[in-house]
């Protein structure tokens, strides 16, 4: 405990992040949002209060991941990489979801995580293998997750974790900022623009432009997520319509209307074809290369 002095006012602080050797504060980016939730930056938390928190709570957290097709090669860098990253020390159910199970290999995981193989049927059209993801989840959280986790974290496999991702990120609902959107204006948002879809977000709307590729909270504010993307999808295809971006597009709608309670700063999702500016301390989770012409074909 420490004691600062302001004039005549003596505080007794009895937080760490008051300590002048961890100010949690960053002055070169934004830290909060306009509807003041944080905006999770490296040097904005301390950690050891954060899982002396949830450990209190003995909180579990499920990491939801497809590998349909081709893209289960993807599955050996991503849980390996999570292993060492992902919550660490903390409760971890992995949902790893696929048309082929016996080419999921078996992993060595380590205390107190789980991994859980679920089949489900593969699509033709790759959109619709990555929109059919949010009616997965949802079915999902109602039949399984809600029983088993507390927090659901749902990520693309594309993916390697390359820093620390733990409980700081979790939040009531939350969303991560596309790293090639952050400095963009709202003009430059690849929003849908089309007001006839339910992806629709006007030119003089959208706060950020959110990536599709992770986002989590709350078991039952994940559900209403995946439910209304999934909704907002078939009612474009009975349209015979589809939002620009696909899923990301339905997502980036959801969040305009029902604000995330926490962002997460492009560290926590970058792409190495971004570059490495200077806001960014850590590349905490890229995409992977891909062969393009070679994952994608049938
Ligand atoms: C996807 C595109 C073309 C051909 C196949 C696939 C495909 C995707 C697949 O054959 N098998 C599969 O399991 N997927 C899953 O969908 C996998 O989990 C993958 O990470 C995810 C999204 O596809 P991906 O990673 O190829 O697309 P990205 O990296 O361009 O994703 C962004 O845009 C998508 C919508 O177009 C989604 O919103 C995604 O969340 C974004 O990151
Ligand atoms: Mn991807």
């Given at each position: 405990k420490w004691t600062l002095q302001y004039g005549a006012i003596s505080i007794r602080v009895t937080f760490m992040s008051l300590n002048p050797k961890f100010p949690c504060l960053r002055t070169?980016?934004?830290?909060?949002t306009p509807w003041l939730a944080p905006i999770v930056w490296d040097g904005s938390f301390n950690i050891d209060i954060l899982n002396a928190q949830f450990h209190q709570r003995g909180v579990?957290?499920?990491l939801t991941v497809f590998a349909?097709?081709?893209?289960?090669?993807?599955l050996k860098i991503?849980?390996?990489t999570a292993e060492k990253y992902f919550m660490v020390g903390h409760k971890v159910c992995y949902y790893v979801f696929t048309d082929?199970?016996?080419d999921i290999p078996s992993f060595s995981l380590g205390e107190g995580r789980t991994l859980n193989v679920i089949e489900v049927t593969s699509y033709k059209r790759w959109q619709d293998v990555t929109m059919r993801r949010m009616q997965i989840i949802s079915e999902n959280c109602l039949k399984r997750f809600i029983y088993e986790v507390d927090y659901l974290v749902c990520s693309d496999v594309d993916m390697m974790f390359a820093g620390h991702h733990g409980v700081e990120m979790l939040s009531d609902v939350f969303a991560a900022i596309h790293p090639g959107f952050f400095q963009a204006s709202r003009k430059q948002f690849t929003h849908e623009r089309r007001p006839e879809s339910q992806g629709y977000i006007p030119e003089d709307e959208g706060d950020y432009y959110y990536t599709g590729c992770y986002f989590g909270g709350k078991v039952e504010e994940v559900y209403k997520v995946a439910n209304f993307c999934h909704h907002a999808m078939m009612a474009d295809k009975a349209k015979n319509m589809e939002a620009l971006w696909h899923d990301e597009s339905y997502l980036n709608r959801y969040f305009l209307y029902y604000k995330p309670t926490k962002l997460l700063s492009p560290e926590y999702v970058w792409n190495n074809y971004y570059g490495s500016p200077v806001y960014v301390k850590i590349k905490r989770f890229l995409h992977v290369d891909k062969d393009f012409e070679k994952i994608r074909s049938n």
């Open positions: 070169d980016v934004m830290m909060v579990r957290i499920g349909i097709k081709k893209y289960t090669v993807f991503f849980i390996e082929r199970p016996q």
